[in-house]
């Protein structure tokens, strides 16, 4: 069986053939951006979609569904893209509407990409054979997604699923959500730069300013400098890992799944993060004298998995 | 159809002859305590269960499964009760044992008590009707109950659904979980209780205060004080709701219900207390200019909630 899968995002759009094993066997991508009005869009997506097709000498009948993954608000169930912060699509019918430039002849399904991603990583990716996960991608945000008892859970209207807006310090860190103290405003890679720019700006005789003053900040910095031993970095890391720690077993004692998974740049770490922060969320996690344990694990997929989510929407 | 329902607390269990409408025909109960072996404790519950069938002119036939709700940690599927914080029980395969001693000609299901009471309102009481709710009970502790998509979430081996026990403030008050700044440690009548009493003791000459030495110190008493006007007990209240405000709106970002329960001690307070919270949701919930509203409600079936929910268990 063959299915397509496409992830958006601000600046390109990537798409593939994906077989039931979650295989990508061909590949292609597009530049979009945030001025092209919906007709452009779901124009660029069809033609997307039919070169793919020609790519792999295949006709749309041998395809069973078209699946796309948006960063922004989607009403999954009725194929309408309620909002996307970075693209010029508001209210619209996307899935309805790309439907009938594709001649009627296939299924289309839109959904969220934090969710896809997250039903990526479930069935094909870290946590194969889980009933229950859940994902963040600790990026420019904090993107989630909860797979409880083997579905995604969404909400009304697939309002839901929002864990970076959720509030870890009561009038803390302002979040570009409009509320203080949210999750995303403490964990995501944005949080760690800003953390560090603070620490470095009061320790300026610090490995770790003058690793900034030399070669710039960028997320890696705070974590290089810490290897080197720097103890400002370390310092910097620990509390960063203890947020982000305090934020994933909040949401482990809501779902206690089997298996968390930790994606997005700052992921990118491996073992540096996923190990001290599996210690936290074991210690810490409610009745861990006789609730069943939870794995942390890093995504598998990487950025496979938008496209490999999407095409799972008719898995 | 008749069901029967048992709610399981410290120190007592109420059972209820529950039809398929929700409606309880018959009610007994038993006294319990945390002294009663798991044996005496199973031959309690058959008794109860046996008397009730006798009390409605039934016989065992007639009913189609006994469901019981503990204040504690259930592996549903399995029937086991993992732990009980007021209750001698500790991993013995409750509903197996009682179906042993009921004769085996009925199905025993198990569940926890807050789940059951979000099961019970969302199928017959304040949110009839909706497929994603949550509930919150206001009481010594806080308890919750999340249903996604007509679904209860309780997580791998029903350990979930602990939504009092997440951080609401970094480093905070002291949770009995071992954490600091859980929702429970903020939002509890117990938590106001102490907000309360902080707040007394500090204003000596407030209304608040006085009413505390001449009646002495109640959950009721803050509101009081502040209905009379005193301005001590009106900033406690409002403090207060914003706590119980911020917790609730996390899991309204996380879950999208359509509404939001609110049971336990502190929702007899009513309006006054529902009003101000549903305003604090509403303004605060993400992506307000484009999501859909969410609700907020009283619990409607006070202390049978957790009959009908346990029987809802067949249903």
């Known amino acids: 069986m063959n299915y397509i899968g496409i992830d958006i995002g601000g600046m390109s759009a990537k798409a593939g053939i994906v077989d039931e094993n979650g295989n990508i066997l061909f590949k292609r991508f597009v530049e979009t951006n945030s001025e092209i009005t919906s007709d452009e869009f779901e124009a660029l997506m069809a033609k997307l979609v039919l070169g793919l097709i020609g790519d792999a000498k295949l006709t749309l009948a041998d395809i069973v569904g078209v699946g796309l993954g948006f960063p922004g608000s989607i009403y999954g169930e009725k194929g309408i893209v309620r909002y996307c912060c970075n693209l010029n699509l508001k209210k619209v019918p996307f899935a309805d509407e790309l439907k009938k430039l594709l001649g009627e002849k296939i299924e289309v399904k839109i959904g969220n990409d934090a969710n896809l991603a997250t039903l990526a990583e479930t069935k094909f990716g870290a946590a194969k054979g889980a009933k229950n996960t859940i994902l963040f991608t600790l990026g420019t945000g904090v993107g989630s997604g909860f797979v409880s008892d083997g579905k995604l859970v969404t909400g009304n209207l ?46 300026p005789q610090s490995l770790l300013a003058q690793m900034i003053v030399e070669s710039g900040l960028n997320g890696k910095t705070v974590f290089d400098a810490a290897k080197a031993g720097d103890k400002t970095a370390n310092a910097v890391v620990k509390k960063y890992i203890k947020y982000v720690g305090e934020g994933v077993t909040n949401f482990v004692n809501i779902f206690f799944p089997e298996v968390v998974i930790i994606g997005g740049g700052v992921s990118n770490q491996g073992d540096y993060l996923i190990k001290p922060l599996q210690k936290f969320v074991s210690s810490h996690l409610y009745g861990k004298q006789y609730n069943p344990k939870v794995k942390v694990v890093r995504a598998a997929l990487g950025n496979d998995a938008g496209i490999i989510g999407a095409a799972a929407l008719f898995m």
């Open 158 to 203: 697939s309002a839901g699923a929002e864990g970076g807006h959720t509030v870890l310090r009561i009038g803390g860190v302002k979040c570009g959500c409009g509320r203080r103290g949210c999750f995303e405003a403490y964990a995501s890679a944005t949080a760690l730069l800003r953390q560090t720019k603070e620490s470095a700006e009061k320790n």
